[in-house]
């Protein structure tokens, strides 16, 4: 099965900054590739899918690159409400594979 | 609206089984299925099991691929997944989530079920 490898675990940043997470697939998986944000205690949400692709409603400081093995999700400048644990998700084919996970904080 | 609304909370003994209902509304279900997702106390998240509305395409993680069945009642839009001979270790929030059958990304998510199991 194709492994989804995160990093950083985790990070703390400052209001404003930019901030990218990487995400890397052990085999190409195309563009088939998902973000999620998880606040404390919530649901899950869709960010991104199709690797770039905003899901509806997500703010614009958000944005997905990358295609076969390695994506990355930008947030462009930092809010406090971004406090969250991200994740990426393969759905090429099954498994539907998520990686472990970002913890991003407020300095 | 697109809703995926969940069963409660459940309180099970090692050994037992669980079965969570899931029941969509708000949208058609043809060309969308169900994945069900978990998350231990603290943990990530994780896959489990995908279904299609039909039931003719089923997938499972392998770590479940002995312990759960996925179902699907097209007639009331309702999914299911039971999972078998339950562990302390399986106590977890379990998730249904939305995606189109040919990419499924989820782009909704139930409210999520609460599984505790203890002796």
């Known amino acids: 099965d194709i492994q989804m490898t995160q990093s950083p675990s985790s990070l703390s940043a400052s209001v404003g900054d930019r901030l990218t997470i990487t995400c890397r697939a052990s085999q190409g998986i195309g563009n088939y590739l998902a973000w999620y944000q998880q606040e404390p205690g919530k649901v899950p949400k869709l960010l991104i899918y199709a690797a770039s692709t905003l899901h509806s409603g997500v703010p614009s400081r958000f944005s997905g690159s990358g295609s076969g093995t390695d994506f990355t999700l930008t947030i462009s400048s930092l809010q406090p409400e971004d406090v969250a644990t991200y994740y990426c998700?393969?759905?090429?084919?099954?498994?539907?594979?998520f990686g472990g996970g970002t913890k991003v904080e407020i300095k | 609206q697109v809703k995926l609304e969940q069963s409660g909370a459940e309180v099970k003994k090692p050994g037992a089984s669980v079965k969570i209902s899931c029941k969509a509304s708000?949208?058609?279900?043809?060309?969308?299925?169900i994945s069900w997702v978990r998350q231990a106390p603290g943990g990530g998240l994780e896959w489990m099991a995908w279904?299609?509305?039909?039931?003719?395409?089923?997938k499972h993680a392998q770590n479940f691929l002995d312990r759960v069945t996925v179902t699907t009642d097209k007639t009331t839009t309702t999914t299911y997944m039971e999972l078998r001979s339950l562990r302390p270790n399986d106590t977890a929030i379990y998730y249904c989530?939305?995606?189109?059958?040919?990419?499924?990304?989820?782009?909704?998510w139930g409210q999520g079920t609460l599984v505790t199991v203890s002796s």
């Open positions: 998700q393969k759905y090429n084919s099954a498994p539907y594979t």
């Open positions: 279904i299609t509305s039909d039931n003719a395409n089923i």
């Open positions: 989530a939305r995606g189109i059958e040919v990419a499924p990304d989820l782009d909704y």
């Open positions: 708000g949208y058609i279900v043809t060309n969308y299925g």
